[in-house]
């Protein structure tokens, strides 16, 4: 049996430049963090005393004989491009998926880190990384960026580089004591609305607009963002102040990105003292983040109302495997194995 722990990502600025259509062009940075709220994935292979070979436990249950009837898309997709056979594999989760952190992503590359480990081979970051981003994005045929996969495999908070050339993952470095105080600014509410990344980045992509302008700018602000986290002369306040700039220029970019209801949410935080915020992930729904100088956060608390306030921490490892204990695995003949 094995068990892998595979970290949330929480994107600050740049995500939109991470599109493989936008860097191969304009290049593309985000500056990232991961953070303590994970996914698990438990994997090991299948007692043969079913009448099935495969039996799968997320949201819903599969029990199947063929490869080709999991209905699960990642799941089937990578147990082909690994080779995967008689799995019983199962998810859980801090956090709910399609709520803006890179939820499928982290359950990608977490998948993989388990399957690599049931077969006894270790694989390094950057290739889980890679297969992952390949399994969604060519395999899967899901719109949407890199900066999930990438983030979840290497963990901590980074800037990652996008060109023609691919990516690089490169540390922000920043003082204990400014990166304790950072975390302890920023509030994350859940807004109950959940909606897949890809279908919000195919509901922008269908709108006909070009976003070339907004991403451009978005873009810069990566390299304000990072000098305000590593100069410790400036006002770590104006982190804050930024991200809402960010959010503003992303707000326009799509029609899918924010709703409504969520634009009322997310002027009623900074009425209440919240210096900025953005909705995470591709927009349409999920968590609000704020950030929020401590004297005003009973007031946001307050405003917000019902919606959860789920506190959160930076994070340092990405994925890894909790729980190692390696069966003895004989395949069957050929002719019997599913498909």
């Not at 859980?92 to 077969?119: C, E, Q």
């Not at 307050?302 to 490892?317: H, I, K, Q, S």
């Amino acid at each position: 049996m094995i068990i892998t722990k595979t970290p949330f990502r929480m994107s600050f600025f740049g995500g939109g430049t991470d599109m493989e259509s936008f860097f191969k062009e304009h290049g593309g940075a985000v500056l990232s963090t991961t953070i303590d709220k994970y996914c698990y994935v438990t994997v090991r292979h299948l007692p043969r005393f079913f009448e099935y070979s495969t039996e799968l436990s997320y949201i819903k249950t599969e029990k199947v004989s063929s490869l080709d009837e999991i209905q699960h898309p990642a799941i089937r997709n990578a147990m082909k491009m690994l080779r995967m056979r008689e799995i019983r594999l199962s998810y859980d989760a801090d956090l709910p998926a399609r709520s803006g952190l890179g939820t499928s992503s982290s359950f990608a590359v977490g998948m993989l880190n388990a399957f690599y480990a049931l077969k006894g081979k270790h694989v390094d970051r950057k290739r889980l990384a890679d297969e992952a981003i390949y399994l969604e994005r060519v395999l899967c045929n899901e719109a949407g960026g890199w900066q999930d996969q990438i983030a979840a495999a290497f963990g901590g908070f980074n800037r990652i580089n996008f060109s023609k050339d691919g990516y690089e993952v490169l540390p922000v470095i920043i003082a204990p004591e400014r990166k304790r105080q950072l975390s302890e600014n920023l509030m994350m509410f859940f807004t109950g609305f959940t909606r897949l990344s890809s279908e919000v980045q195919k509901a922008n992509a269908a709108g006909g607009k070009d976003r070339t302008a907004q991403l451009k700018e978005m873009l810069e602000l990566v390299d304000v963002a990072q000098g305000i986290l590593e100069d410790r002369n400036k006002d770590l306040d104006d982190f804050g102040r930024l991200l809402d700039r960010t959010w503003r220029l992303k707000r326009v970019s799509g029609s899918a990105v924010t709703t409504d209801s969520i634009d009322s949410l997310y002027e009623k935080g900074l009425a209440a003292g919240a210096l900025g915020g953005k909705l995470l992930g591709a927009g349409g729904g999920g968590f609000l983040l704020f950030y929020v100088p401590l004297e005003k956060q009973a007031a946001v608390r307050e405003t917000m109302g019902d919606l959860l306030y789920v506190p959160v921490e930076f994070e340092n490892e990405g994925t890894r495997v909790i729980y190692y204990a390696p069966e003895s695995y004989v395949p069957i003949a050929p002719e019997h194995t599913a498909k």
